[in-house]
C-alpha cells in the first residue's frame, strides 16, 4: 500500500527532497504557460477569482500566520498529494499512460480548488508537474515538497502583500 501511494523514501530521503526541488523549478514553464492562460481567460472574460487564504491572510495575527502555513505548506500538499498523485495517478497509471492519467488527475485536483474556473489552466499545469515528479521519481517525497514549496510562496507573497 505505502509503495503503491508512493509513500517510501525511493533513492533516498534527501535525493527525492532534492528531486522535488529541481522537478519544481524544470516544470516552471509549464506553470508560467497555464499561468498565461488563466491571466487571458482574467482579462478576456472579466473572471474575479479569489482564495479563502486571501482573506485569512489580510490582517491576520501571528498565530493565524503560523496556522495559515501550516495548512497550506505542510497539510494540504500532504493530503492532496496522497489523494491525487498517491491512489488517483497510481490507480490510473494502470489503464493509461502517464500523459493520459496526469491530464486527467490534473483536471480533478484544479476543479477542486477554491479559486474559480479561470484558474484551472495553472492548477491544471502544475498539478501535471508533481505528476511528472511522481513519474519520474515514483515517491510522493518530491511531489509533497515541489507543492509545499509553490504553496509557501504563495502564502507568503499574499501576507505579505495582504497584511
Not at 479569489?50 to 505548506?73: N, T, Y
Not at 501535471?128 to 515541489?146: D, M
Amino acid at each position: 500500500l505505502r509503495r503503491g501511494l508512493g509513500w517510501h523514501t525511493g533513492r533516498g530521503l534527501f535525493r527525492e527532497i532534492g528531486a522535488g526541488f529541481a522537478g519544481y523549478v524544470a516544470g516552471l514553464p509549464l506553470v508560467a504557460a497555464g499561468f498565461l492562460i488563466t491571466i487571458g481567460l482574467i482579462v478576456g472574460f472579466g473572471f474575479k477569482p479569489s482564495h479563502p487564504i486571501q482573506e485569512a491572510a489580510r490582517g491576520s495575527d501571528p498565530l493565524g500566520v503560523v496556522l495559515l502555513f501550516s495548512l497550506a505548506v505542510v497539510w494540504a500538499p500532504v493530503v492532496e498529494e496522497t489523494m491525487f498523485r498517491g491512489a488517483m495517478y497510481h490507480a490510473m497509471r494502470r489503464w493509461t499512460g502517464a500523459i493520459v492519467s496526469a491530464v486527467v488527475v490534473a483536471f480533478l485536483f484544479a476543479a477542486i480548488h477554491p479559486q474559480g474556473i479561470s484558474t484551472i489552466p495553472v492548477l491544471m499545469s502544475l498539478a501535471i508537474v508533481f505528476a511528472l515528479i511522481r513519474e519520474w521519481r515514483g515517491s510522493l517525497i518530491g511531489c509533497v515538497v515541489a507543492h509545499a514549496l509553490h504553496n509557501a510562496m504563495l502564502v507568503t507573497l499574499n501576507v505579505v502583500l495582504l497584511s
